[in-house]
């Protein structure tokens, strides 16, 4: 009896301690970026925090390139914090940008710290780049219910990237189809280079004498006379 009791408290205890730890772990993207409460603090403007990422900056990495100024008018931002912030963001943190293709919306949303989105947008069948690149921004929030102005901006930057580099991806793709074309189409000589060159050919094989190779009318006499059936490919 005591050892039923003991397994069944230990049951309980580890059933609370599951949900405790699933609301942790929905929360946690909340403060996930330890160096963004940090930078803040270290610019003396730690009391923003919240505020910032109540509104979706909520990561050091994507906040230049994202936020404007009239996005600290709408949060309440005073204009003398307003101008200290604005510095800062220029002077310390780097513009955000996508520099590499990701292979699945998995990764994309990861890439950008936007994991929590994934199921938004795979149960709205948006299960590749190609219809990535198809969304526009009121989609964000009448279609995904993605609210913080932070987080759309981050992926609305992100998209216009993925979109730069598969417009480059297309362009280095048509020039490589291009160069291995030109390498398989018969360059066309000039009518003095065909003479010359069956001129050549006819000597080569002993068919016959040849005056001149400028002289079209008698390389066809001794063509004809030899019976001679060719075609002159001529490659660069």
């Known amino acids: 009896h005591y050892f039923i009791q003991s397994n069944l408290r230990k049951s309980v205890k580890f059933q609370i301690m599951t949900e405790k730890w699933e609301v942790l ?34 990561n050091v990495d994507f906040i230049n390139g994202t936020i404007q100024k009239i996005d600290f008018q709408n949060m309440g931002i005073r204009d003398k914090t307003k101008k200290a912030l604005m510095s800062s963001i220029d002077e310390d943190l780097a513009d955000f940008h996508n520099n590499s293709l990701p292979g699945t919306v998995e990764e994309w949303l990861d890439t950008i710290h936007l994991s929590r989105y994934l199921n938004r947008f795979l149960s709205n069948r948006i299960c590749s780049l190609n219809r990535v690149v198809r969304i526009v921004e009121s989609d964000l929030t009448k279609v995904f219910d993605i609210h913080p102005i932070g987080h759309r901006r981050r992926i609305m930057k992100s998209i216009r990237d993925i979109k730069n580099l598969l417009q480059l991806d297309e362009e280095n793709e048509k020039k490589r189809r291009v160069s291995i074309t030109q390498k398989r189409v018969v360059w066309k000589r000039s ?4 003479r010359k ?18 002289n079209s009318e ?19």
């Open 191 to 194: 009518e003095n280079d065909i």
């Open 25 to 58: 772990a929905d929360l946690s993207f909340i403060h996930e970026d330890n160096s963004f409460e940090e930078w803040l603090v270290q610019i003396g403007l730690g009391e923003l925090r919240d505020v910032l990422e109540a509104h979706g900056w909520d």
């Open 197 to 214: 060159g069956i001129f050549y050919w006819v000597c080569y094989f002993g068919c016959d004498k040849v005056e001149s190779s400028d």
């Open 218 to 236: 008698e390389v066809r006499r001794i063509c004809t006379k030899q019976q001679v059936y060719f075609t002159v490919w001529f490659y660069f």
